[in-house]
């Protein structure tokens, strides 16, 4: 289903070691620019819909922070549009009250829970103290008043052994579907020492395979994980799957979006939604999509370029130069 990604906002509660965001973990008073305006919302409801897009991922920043989030609801809605809606679960009450009026209600498609440890400890590690029990009495909370329910988890050195643990907690708490994904390299992640060296991603990807079928909740992997194909075939390359940052611009892709160690913008900003209207900006996202198809051509004929092209997002973190550190490519082509 295409679907229309959203950036709510640029702030959050939270602080987590594995983020690639640049977010502004200050109070929110004074800084209205972090925010999506509601006018801006509307317009590109208005002029996605008659794209085909009727559904809104709601992403940020941590959304429930937008000092209008209800009111951001009611326009989705308004609208026709179907929506859900991504989060840390800090604060979830309040969370909570905000979907439940009926017609907010009735467009939420399900909320999806960032769980980054099977066991308190290894995801408290990450995310800080008391967020593990946030996650799980939310989920809980959801399941009490029948609102469906999705786990994503960013697999990295401290949570990898807990692969069957995590399939465990995700049947044990009843998700509907639980969505691991590999993490993308910053300074600050790679720093920590969070980052898996690329040699054992295929050993990671095998395990989540073993627990994908024993199950009855969905479990997959999230795009980024290796692949046969030169040419990736992931939802914003083929336009399924638009991101829409909290300035209001349309970029290629939610995961290079507002990077932290990226200086100003890249090139994957390809318009400013409160001066063109959707379709040209649009028009640009096709010239650039162009454009990476075009270049991964001339790399999969290179021997020595070839090998990246295994993993799709770790090639644009590189082109888009997204991160100072050492490309974790490098490793490949040395290999
Ligand atoms: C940026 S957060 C925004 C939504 C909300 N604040 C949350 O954490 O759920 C969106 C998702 O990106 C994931 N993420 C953060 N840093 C990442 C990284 N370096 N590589 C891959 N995913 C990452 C988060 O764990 C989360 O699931
Ligand atoms: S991953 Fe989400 S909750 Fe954690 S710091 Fe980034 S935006 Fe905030
Ligand atoms: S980072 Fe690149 S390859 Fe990965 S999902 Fe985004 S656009 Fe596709």
Redesign the pocket.
Known sequence: MPRIGIELNNV?NLD?T????SIYRGGAENNHDLFLPLEVLDKILIEAKPLGYHHVAI?????PMHPRFGECLDLIAGHGFTYHF???ARNFNKTLKAIMPPNRRARLGGISF?L?GATEATHDKIRGKGSYREVVTAIAMCQAVGIETSI?T?INRVNRHEIDQFALLGAHLRVKRHIF?H??P?EH?MGEDLIIPLSEWRAVERDVARVMTEFRHEISMAVGFYTDYYLPRCAPLSLDDLNIDYRGRLTLCC?LSNYRDAEGDGEDVVGDLKKIGLSEALGNLMGLVRTVHRERLVMAADPEEREKLHYPCLVCVERFQKTGEEPMLVQLTRA
């Not at 594995?18 to 965001?21: E, G, L, P, Q, Y």
């Not at 992403?59 to 959304?63: A, D, F, K, S």
Request: net charge negative; proline share 4%; with cysteine.
């Open positions: 959050c987590c594995h983020c690639f965001r992403t940020g920043g941590e959304p991504l989060t840390n960032s980054d994503i960013t994904g993490q993308n910053t992640n995961q």
